[in-house]
């Protein structure tokens, strides 16, 4: 298991990885994601490999008040083997590095696995309301 920032290369994997974990949506291009990511602390998006094949991603970053975590994903034949709380720790020691306090997350209500998985490693509910403001239109 070797965990190592997203090179170009990886691309194609990735998305095929995203979709088979449920994680694309209509309104996000992942090309798209991909690019904005790669100008944008690209060394915060994180490719898990395993037998040199792309097994799991996290796509994190800090602006400077909160880190965030997107596109948090592990291949569903290699799921509670360790690998999403192996990705999420060097998320996390990245973001440590940066100075980020805390970190923050997005996770739809309806996704009972991940909200059991973000428990078992440490996360808690805040009391706020997720709010959005689409800037670029996707679709
Ligand atoms: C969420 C996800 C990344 C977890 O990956 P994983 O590699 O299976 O997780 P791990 O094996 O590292 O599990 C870590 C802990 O969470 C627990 N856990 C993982 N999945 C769980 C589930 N579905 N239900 C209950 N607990 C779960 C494990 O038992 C483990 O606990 P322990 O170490 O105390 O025994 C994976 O299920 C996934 O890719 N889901 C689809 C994509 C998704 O929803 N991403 C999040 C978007 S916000």
Redo the contacts with the bound molecule.
Sequence with gaps: MNIRPFQPADQESVVDLWSR???LRPWNDPRKDIARKLRVQPELFLVLEVDGSVA?TVMAGYEGHRGW????????D???????????AEAERLLRERGCPKIN????RD????I??????GFAEDASVSLGKRLERDD
């Design positions: 974990c449920g994680l799991g975590i997107n596109y948090l994903a592990v291949d569903p290699a799921r509670r083997r360790g690998l999403g709380r192996a990705l999420m997350l997005q996770v739809r996704n009972h696995q991940a059991a998985f973000y428990a078992r490693i």
